[in-house]
């Protein structure tokens, strides 16, 4: 008889270890079970036994006010059963899912309480109070999340069909975002999954929900680990993540909105703030974010500097460096500082979803580094070095208010200028020194 899937999972989950090699071969996917009851005490207490044998740990209590760690039992259960005292009508008001990963996915406390996250909002519960606990008594890393489908309001959450279709669904979301599923399946299951997103179109889009729409899949699939990383990718679509200047309220507090930017990189309108948007992609939701994605882009990195020193073979000009490594699929973007000097580099692998500072890759791959590799053909000794008529006449999807510079285009000139703009101007400095000189010798050989 041939053994299914689930026989395997059974296996793996009694940590039958002449069972537990296939089944890690059978699975690189997350399987999901999902049990609705009439009891929330008894979903809870059944996890809290666990957690006094030292056999579970609670990692996340979202939509909670304390902390896991602070919350007692009565805090735990009552949050729930406020909900469920709104509706008596319904008696089946209690949702008891576990999600279980093959035997060697070895992910970090941060990874599962992200990929919790994302697997509830998928099903439709990502704004309902829930309990993730993490259990250690199987042969195989697994979930349990408690909560019910009473909403504030009394309105009920219906359980029909939620197994087979938004389960399903959020699960190959959570595979691929997670790098879960098997490499030859997940070509397949992108084009299934992923939409093409769209630039934010001001006065042609209303802007809180494409500003949403983009937000929330780039910070699922891409792995950035700060906030100029995040807008990198951000900017392509017109958008941008503010924290406000360092002396301001709003980055004292913490706070981020998101902005709708115009060709030039300008922005637009009225700020949206990120506790407005759904799936809160705020400040501390994504310092939480950073440090999965340091995780999670680990593995990417060398595939990234190949690229690179692929393109780096022989000495070229920035022009077609950006260029050969956009035909890769990086885009390379520059960044500089208020006073315009460029002082970092980023890629964006758009194959992977991984952004990279340059420096975080290493010193070689920094921006004072490969400035070294480009050929100087491509200044024009007779112009003048810096001519804001050809920046503000170039695309700039890519443009970040931030910390990002106008660097997109086909002309390349303008960011090479800049970048030798300040030893053109000491090496002018030095022609005027050596010159006065001149003057002076001459003036005392006459007297």
Do not use: C
Request: hydrophobic residues 35%.
């Amino acid at each position: 008889m041939v053994k299914s899937a689930f026989h395997y999972w059974q296996q793996g989950r009694s940590g039958n270890r002449a069972d537990q090699g296939t089944y890690a071969k059978f699975f690189r996917i997350m399987v999901a079970k999902i049990k609705t009851g009439r009891s929330i005490s008894g979903a809870i207490n059944y996890n809290e036994h666990k957690v006094k044998l030292g056999k579970a740990e609670l990692i996340s209590a979202q939509g909670y006010l304390k902390d896991p760690a602070n919350l007692m039992f009565n805090d735990k259960l009552q949050r729930l059963t406020d909900l469920t005292n709104r509706n008596e009508r319904t008696q089946v008001n209690t949702l008891h899912v576990s999600l279980n990963f093959a035997v060697n996915e070895n992910l970090e406390k941060d990874a599962l309480q992200q990929i919790a996250d994302d697997y509830m909002d998928g099903l439709g519960f990502g704004k309902q109070p829930y309990l993730v606990y993490q259990h250690h008594d199987a042969g195989h890393p697994h979930l349990h999340i408690v909560t019910t489908n009473i909403e504030p309001d009394g309105k009920r959450i219906s359980f029909h069909l939620l197994a087979n279709r938004a389960s399903e669904t959020a699960r190959k979301q959570v595979e691929l975002t997670y790098n879960l599923v098997k490499a030859e399946d997940q070509g397949k299951q992108q084009t299934v999954i992923n939409k093409p997103l769209q630039q934010v179109n001001y006065g042609k889009s209303e802007i809180k929900r494409s500003i949403t729409n983009v937000v929330n899949e780039v910070v699922k699939a891409y792995k950035f680990t700060s906030i100029p990383e995040l807008n990198a990718v951000l900017n392509q679509y017109n958008i941008s993540a503010d924290r406000g200047s360092k002396d301001s309220r709003m980055y004292e507090k913490n706070g981020l909105v998101y902005w709708a930017l115009d060709a030039k990189g300008n922005k637009l309108g009225v700020p949206i703030k990120a506790s407005s948007i759904y799936g809160k992609p705020t400040l501390k939701a994504l310092e939480d974010r950073f440090r999965l994605n340091e995780v999670l882009r680990k593995p990417l990195k060398e595939q990234v500097k190949s690229k690179i020193d692929k393109a780096l073979s022989s000495p070229i000009s920035k022009t077609a460096f950006q260029k050969q490594l956009k035909e890769d699929g990086i885009q390379v973007i520059f960044r500089q500082n208020e006073e315009g000097r460029l002082y970092g580099i980023t890629f964006v692998d758009h194959g992977s979803k991984a952004v990279f500072n340059g420096s975080d890759l290493g010193k070689p791959y920094s921006a004072a580094s490969l400035i070294n590799w480009f050929k100087n053909d491509e200044i024009n000794q007779g112009q003048p070095l810096f001519k804001k008529d050809n920046i503000d006449n170039q695309p700039q999807q890519f443009t970040d208010n931030i910390s990002a510079s106008n660097a997109t285009g086909n002309n390349g000139n303008s960011l090479l200028n800049i970048l030798f703009k300040e030893e053109q101007q000491d090496m002018a400095a030095i022609g005027r020194l050596q010159q006065n000189k001149r003057k002076k010798k001459r003036k005392g050989h006459s007297l």
